[in-house]
């Protein structure tokens, strides 16, 4: 008898999700298009499929420190995209999911980084994109096109193209290689809210270990996820693994919901003819479902959702239980794939009241298993657990960049004395729990003092006129900087200035703010701009009004 030394490598989910729940349904069913439903067994053997694909195509496997043959993607989240999540790290290929939400050129300097040779792209959408990433990608060496209105792109374009289902119906179902676990399996790109995008790598064992510390979170109340549940995931498949949830889902046994390119009123039928209960996304997603003109028609009662990507306010919290939903915090990074925390109870929380209950679910959450998690300050001290303090959370996990590719400076100013420095700024409370107080680049530093502008923006929101609200720091020839407040007003209704200010000082006579945090001027808005992720850009708006105080 020889040992085997077991490797945690993605095809492993593959397996488990086979041989566990074969009879699980996993449905692709994208806007103006038509229903399509396949059992995790046939979805195993269509990713073999793909494989097959793949390895005709000359992919080589990578090993530890190095990446295989770079494969990109351009898709929304459509069963191929599924597809691919699996085929390419288990043939020990890299996949790199291009953020389509990057302004063209940053799609293509990033896909000059990452130096692809495979590129499989949704045609229906992106073939405008197409012309231009084969001018100036020179690295890649066929097409594989996918559709579903069955297009066929321009020829001319100096590469072999090849259609997604006619190549892959007609190969047998691959055997996937012995691969070391520590394997690059991925290769992302941050959302650029800071400069260029940057890249990194993680690896089939970080996003195993990811998988089943995301699950066993999502099993605590008041999630409680099960394998009774239908999962629809509302972050793009470009976006950090879709918070992982395509590796992580299959895990618990879940019925699998892919929408194609997210358009509200489809995301809420899907949510009614699918009996959806469980999704996740940033909190633009969730008022887009609610305030959206058909979202009455529809009963949400019971949908569970996990908020990221940017904090959740209170007021969008308390129209989410009006409706009957459960919805908590999360927290994570491009560069931790992404999970860190996660807002769920603990038994002792149970007995307490519902508004005790959601000052919890509002927190940033509990570290989930295999994250140490610090708040330091600027000399790498823990700050007291007070849940006043504020200091940078700092974090160790199997699921990190080792590195961003090509900036050594950044790499290093990210990783100090073994601990990876995420920029957000944040208290931790005696029970563990930490609540994300902002962006380190974000915080108003007035006088000397910081100013919380999500904790601002939290208070503006329970304004039951707000539909949307940023507060920056703009320069200030006093004190450095002062917040201002960007504020969107709900449908059919009327904001003034003075509105959000009276409404903000019933916080200061409580003693909740000082009145020194009260914003110099509130602006109201048709609209706030946002990143490709969904996430309001703050850089968009500070680059705008920072002389605002000045005229």
Known sequence: ??????????????????????????????????????????????????????????????????????????DWNSLRYGELYYAVPSVGATLFTVNVRLAPQEIIYTMNVAKPELLFINIDDFSPLLKPIMENVKSIKAVIYMSDENKVPNNGLGAKMLNYYDETNRQGEASFPELDERTPATMLFTSGTTGLPKGGIHTHRGLVLHSLATIGAVVQPPIELRNTDTAMPLVPMYHVHAWGMPYSLPLAGVKMIYPGKFEWGHMLRLINEEKVTFTAGVPTILYALLSHPDSSKYDLHGVKMIIGGAALPKGLLDASNARGMIVISGYGLTETAPILTIAHLRPEHMNLSDEEKKNIMLRTGLPVALVDLRVVDEYDRDVPPDGKTIGEIAVRSPWLFKEYMGDPEKTKNAWRNGWFHTGDAAVKFEDGYVKIVDRMKDVVKSGGEWISSLRLEDLISTHTSVAAVAVIGVSHDKWGERPIALVVPKKGQQLKEEDIIHHLEQY????????????????ILDELPLTSTGKVDKKTLRDKYNNILKQ
């Open 1 to 74: 008898m020889s040992y085997y030394d077991y490797q945690l490598t993605i095809d492993k989910i593959l397996n488990y999700a086979t041989s566990s729940y074969p009879n699980r349904e996993i449905v692709y069913w994208p806007y103006n298009g038509k229903r399509v439903s396949l059992t995790n067994r046939e979805f195993n053997s269509r990713v073999r499929k793909v494989a097959s694909l793949l390895l005709e195509l000359g992919v080589k496997a990578g090993k530890p420190g190095e990446p295989g043959t770079r494969v990109a993607v351009l």
């Open 508 to 523: 200061v006579i409580k003693g909740v703010i000082p009145k020194w945090w009260l914003p110099d001027k509130v602006v």
